[in-house]
């Protein structure tokens, strides 16, 4: 998708035959062939070059303006080559190259549409669930066409390795923003302390040998809440003499403490005044 398409046309003149109209024409999806453009031989006049090519008035003007034609011309041999530049969507169908003359001949070709996927997306980059509870996660992806199968993997704590989860649901398949489909595929997994921390990666299946599919990924943790510790309460601690009160459940501990702290130091305090007054 983007690139030019050139379809060539290439008529060989039998000696003594004449050519009179060659024109390209299109069928899309089974409907009727739509004449594109039409050259016309100028075999009536002196000039044995054909006449330029005239374009069908009725085409849609966003494929008018991609399309060219390549006309070449020797003695016995004229190609008329039709380019389309910037394919897309709608330019898929079967075009033919038809001539009528002395006798009559058409080539085919078919023209589809390759697009590479987009990356894969998973909205989250964390998901929290309760122990033991069940979590469904989705991912997404712009698939390309034809259209790409996306995987699941999961890397257990304490492992470097994704390994395939298997027996996945069926994809599910929607209508995109152009003509490439978007792919959806679900994974449903039970959350325990053993596997909580896990990393699982969605990424587009690698059985696409023409497209890189190293970065087509994207990750996601799930993992069970952390555990609550609770925070050790702040108490206050006022003395008034011999009494020192907490507002904590310790009280009567810090009261005892006090008690004590104050009777063992009463005696030496006495003993050093003695002393000083002798």
Not at 164 to 178: A, M, S, Y
Request: glycine letters at 6%.
């Amino acid at each position: 998708m983007g690139d030019m398409v050139s379809m060539e046309c290439n008529y060989v003149n039998p000696p003594g035959q004449k050519w009179y109209v060659i024109q390209w024409k299109r069928r899309n999806n089974g409907t009727e062939p739509e004449t594109l453009v039409t050259l016309q031989n100028n075999f009536l006049s002196e000039d044995t070059k054909p006449l330029g090519a005239s374009w069908n008035n009725d085409l849609e003007p966003s494929f008018r303006n991609r399309a060219r034609t390549n006309i070449r011309q020797d003695e016995n041999d004229l190609k008329f080559n039709l380019e389309i530049y910037d394919f897309n969507c709608g330019d898929r169908g079967l075009y033919s190259c038809e001539m009528i003359g002395d006798n009559s001949a058409s080539s085919q070709t078919r023209l589809v549409l390759k697009a590479k996927p987009e990356k894969p997306v998973i909205n989250n980059d964390v998901i929290i669930v309760d122990e033991n509870s069940t979590c469904e996660l989705e991912c997404e992806v712009l698939a390309g066409l034809p259209p790409v199968r996306l995987t699941w993997l999961i890397s257990t704590p304490g492992s470097s390795k994704f390994e395939v989860i298997e027996n996945l649901p069926e994809q599910i398949v929607k209508e995109g923003t152009d003509c490439r489909p978007k792919v959806i595929q679900h994974v449903q997994l039970l959350v325990t302390q053993e596997n909580s921390g896990s990393m699982f990666r969605c990424q587009v299946d690698n059985g696409m040998s023409d497209v890189m599919t190293e970065e087509l990924y994207d990750v996601v943790q799930v993992k069970i809440p952390d555990p609550i510790v609770p925070s050790s309460p702040a108490y206050t601690l006022s003395c008034t003499g011999n009494e020192c009160l907490s507002d904590g459940p310790v009280q009567g501990d810090v009261k005892n403490s006090a008690r004590s702290l104050l009777g063992s130091s009463l005696p030496s305090f006495i003993c050093m005044l003695i002393c000083i007054l002798l």
